[in-house]
Nanobody
Framework: VQLQASGGGLVQAGGSLRLSCAAS????????MGWFRQAPGKEREFVAA????????YYADSVKGRFAISRDNAKNTVYLQMNSLSPEDTAVYYC?????????????????WGQGTLVTVSS
């Protein structure tokens, strides 16, 4: 599975960004997808996840109500809509894939990773 994340950039606090992750190499609807992030000097952490069918989205408490994960199986793409961004959201964001049927939220459960896209939120 190959994953290509895009959509990062510089945004002011309170602004919005939408990240995209295009997948190839497997039937996309059979991949559970997740977003993680890693801030400078910190460990990579879970952000959001969604099952292959698009049901059962799951969010970290820190982004609940501000971020939304979705997917378009016809386009082999998963999205992360990020609203009300704060400087604490500054990080490299990674998409990841799991060939299971559920929703997964730990790093160890994901088999495939994209290259990451940098999100910088200025105050």
């Amino acid at each position: 599975v190959q994953l290509q994340a895009s959509g990062g950039g510089l945004v002011q606090a309170g602004g919005s960004l939408r990240l995209s992750c295009a997948a190839s190499g497997r039937t996309f609807s059979r991949l559970a997808m997740g977003w993680f992030r890693q801030a400078p000097g910190k460990e990579r952490e879970f952000v959001a996840a969604i099952s292959g069918s698009g049901r059962s989205p799951y969010y970290a408490d820190s982004v609940k109500g501000r971020f939304a994960i979705s997917r378009d199986n016809a386009k082999n793409t998963v999205y992360l809509q990020m609203n009300s961004l704060s400087p604490e959201d500054t990080a490299v964001y990674y998409c990841a894939a799991n060939e299971g049927y559920s929703t997964y939220y730990t790093l160890q459960e994901y088999d495939y990773w994209g290259q990451g896209t940098l999100v910088t939120v200025s105050s």
